[in-house]
């Protein structure tokens, strides 16, 4: 199954909207490097957050860049396409595996964290 570059694109994006919320970084990055890191989410972990199939533990390669990724960055650039894209869950449940705090009621895009 071919996944095209915006559905590709917007999972990563989420993701690294996710992770930086996660570990509260500074929110003074630039756009440029959320692409960046977009691309970086999309090769490594977009298969642990797509909508279809089982939540499953991201590997170590997934995990290293959710580290480094400037959420606060991502998580401004989040739309209703990129939330139709991935399941919302899925990628707190990747920050979360990958050690990131998640704080609940956290924000991005239209989507809230629940609580713990």
């Not at 959420?71 to 990958?98: G, Q, W």
């Amino acid at each position: 199954m071919e996944i095209s570059c915006l559905k590709i694109y917007c999972l990563a994006l989420a993701m690294l909207v996710f992770a930086e919320i996660i570990i509260s970084s500074n929110h003074q990055a630039m756009a440029q490097s959320c692409e960046v890191n977009v691309l970086g989410l999309v090769s490594k972990c977009e298969k642990y957050v797509r909508k279809s199939g089982p939540k499953s533990k991201p590997s170590w390669q997934c995990c290293a860049v959710v580290k480094i990724v400037d959420v606060p960055c991502v998580c401004k650039l989040v739309t209703k396409e990129i939330e139709d894209a991935i399941d919302m869950d899925k990628v707190v449940y990747v920050a979360r595996s990958c050690g990131k705090k998640v704080a609940p009621g956290a924000k991005c895009g239209s989507y809230t964290v629940p609580g713990a």
